[in-house]
Nanobody
Framework: QVQLVESGGDFVQPGGSLRLSCLASGFTFDYYSMGWFRQAPGKEREGVGCITTSGAGYYGNSMEGRFTISRDNGKNTVYLQMNNLRPEDTAVYYC???????????????????WGQGTQVTVSS
């Protein structure tokens, strides 16, 4: 069964940090780029970061260098380290397979689109 399971979402104060994890199963993890996306209430889904099979990371323009995406192929896991969090980072964060990147935008995959169930991140004082 092809599956992505996110974890690590939490309630955090502004300026704080979180690390999200996404465990993949049911497919050959290191064959695919992996991405993080987020969606806040009433807003469109936004691409956060995408990491290629070779480990190169790309980010949406609005992330402003605060986020770092990484992967551990031995553990079938992709991570999102988020620093200096702001209230506007509040959203449900999803990981997905086969992401792309163009013109400062992280794009969802089309060849093999698999999504996790999401993990809630809330940034508030």
């Amino acid at each position: 069964q092809v599956q992505l399971v996110e974890s690590g979402g939490d309630f955090v104060q502004p300026g704080g940090s979180l690390r999200l994890s996404c465990l993949a199963s049911g497919f050959t993890f290191d064959y695919y780029s992996m991405g993080w996306f987020r969606q806040a209430p009433g807003k469109e889904r936004e691409g956060v970061g995408c990491i290629t099979t070779s480990g190169a990371g790309y980010y949406g323009n609005s992330m402003e260098g605060r986020f770092t995406i990484s992967r551990d192929n031995g553990k079938n896991t992709v991570y999102l380290q988020m620093n200096n969090l702001r209230p506007e980072d509040t959203a449900v964060y999803y990981c997905a397979t086969d992401c792309g990147y163009a013109d400062g935008t992280v794009l969802p995959g089309e060849r093999f689109p698999v999504w996790g169930q999401g993990t809630q991140v809330t940034v508030s004082s």
